[in-house]
Nanobody, 126 residues
């Protein structure tokens, strides 16, 4: 099993920045692609960003492209999401997820993620 714990959420104003972290523990050697998903009230959970095992490949949802940056430090078993120029529509619970798939073709597919964190709330006021 793999345990994921997010941190770094909070209440910010539009235009501000936040950095989310996700600490992984357990059998992390079985996880390859990692991603951030988000879920706004009344909406389905959606893909925000994904990253390959080595960090050389990343994917972003169109809604966050150019504003968010996903990165990972495998030595520290930590995933990050740097969020800049935040907008009120970015308000959501943000979830860290890990997949046993290695092909970035699957990075946007929520069903391909095996492990999930408990989520961290990000609220952006206008």
């Amino acid at each position: 099993q793999v345990q994921l714990v997010e941190s770094g959420g909070g209440l910010v104003q539009a235009g501000d920045s936040l950095r989310l972290s996700c600490a992984a523990s357990g059998r992390t050697g079985r996880t390859y692609i990692m991603g951030w998903f988000r879920q706004a009230p009344g909406k389905e959970r959606e893909f925000a960003a994904g990253i390959s095992w080595g960090g050389g490949a990343t994917l972003y949802a169109d809604s966050v492209k150019g504003r968010f940056t996903i990165s990972r430090n495998n030595a520290l078993n930590t995933l990050y999401l740097q969020m800049n120029s935040l907008k009120p529509e970015d308000t959501a619970v943000y979830y860290c997820a890990a997949s046993e798939y290695g092909d970035m073709f699957y990075a946007r597919d929520i069903s391909k993620y095996n492990y999930w964190g408990q989520g961290t709330q990000v609220t952006v006021s206008s």
